[in-house]
């Protein structure tokens, strides 16, 4: 039998987002929810992907050249993945891959990505190629910019390296940062966010007022940097105050929602250290950092936002099972 299974972080943004697309840095860390990939080889000559998770059920897929229009969307970052890889080595056998998530897509905690490390990892694992992880990034990195034309690849980063990371766009700064522990609460908004048309409303913001905007990357260019110290030293209040700046800018950015400024001041209320929303922003999760867990849980709970309970700093992308 020839079965490889993989599995990959999900990612929390922890500073820098947005700024992030224009070539400054972020700071990334992974979460102990995971998504798996399974490969296995099968008669025949195509690839079948089920992905129940994303209502994708015995999709065909080809050997290579998948067109990514005519693919269905749950199956395009796989089918992006497959024709990077078939490009650089051929894949001249039928294929069953499976996914499996532990969280849900609407989260935000990048389950695209993961599914792109995953299949490519796996891939590697299955044709016996010693793959170095930044050969890993470029062709997942690739196959994200296939499918969505942007992003800055950073949820590629934490998916692969694992940890929490100090990144810039297209990886060229890829480092992992030394935390000693970090005590975040997550709380979900319930709506789903759409980074591409949010990225959109940042651009269309940044062709109206270019040097604002421009400013406004800056000022959270110098939160990421004095964020980075503060965590490699422990000093979780200073990073709470900067989480409460970098949430300001990105307020200012016009990314922020009702429903995730309510998460964020009952959590301030909750005597936390600092709040911010994660990720894109309009839905998706947002995270605050106290000492007192429990008590900040409860005021999220208390405006209706949804606890996810997660590790952060969690392993990158791993071999789980092999049978070759
Ligand atoms: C989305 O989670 C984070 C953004 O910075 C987009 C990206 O970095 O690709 C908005």
Redesign the pocket.
Known sequence: MNIVEVSTPG?L?LF??????YGKP?LVTAVDQRMRVTIERVRGAGIILEAPEVGVSGQALKLGGNDLEKVPRGAKFVAAAINNWAAKYPLATGLLITTKSEFLSEF?F?SSSAVTVGLIKGLSELWGKDMGKKELFDLAYQSVLDV?G??????LAAAIWGGTVYFK?GGTIIEPVAIKGLPLVVGYTGVKAD?AT??QA?ADQKAQFPDLVENIFEGIEQVVLKAKICLENGDLETTGKLMNINQGYLESLG?GTVVLAKLIYAAREAHTWGAKL????GG?CMIALGADSEKIEEALDAVGGRIIKVKTGAEGVRVENKEL
Do not use: I, R, Y
């Not at 942007?150 to 949820?155: A, E, H, K, P, Q």
């Open positions: 990612k943004m820098g987002e947005h700024a992030v697309v972020c935000g990048g969505q942007v992003g800055s690849g950073f949820d766009t980074t949010l990225v940042v990314v994660s990720g894109a922003g998706d």
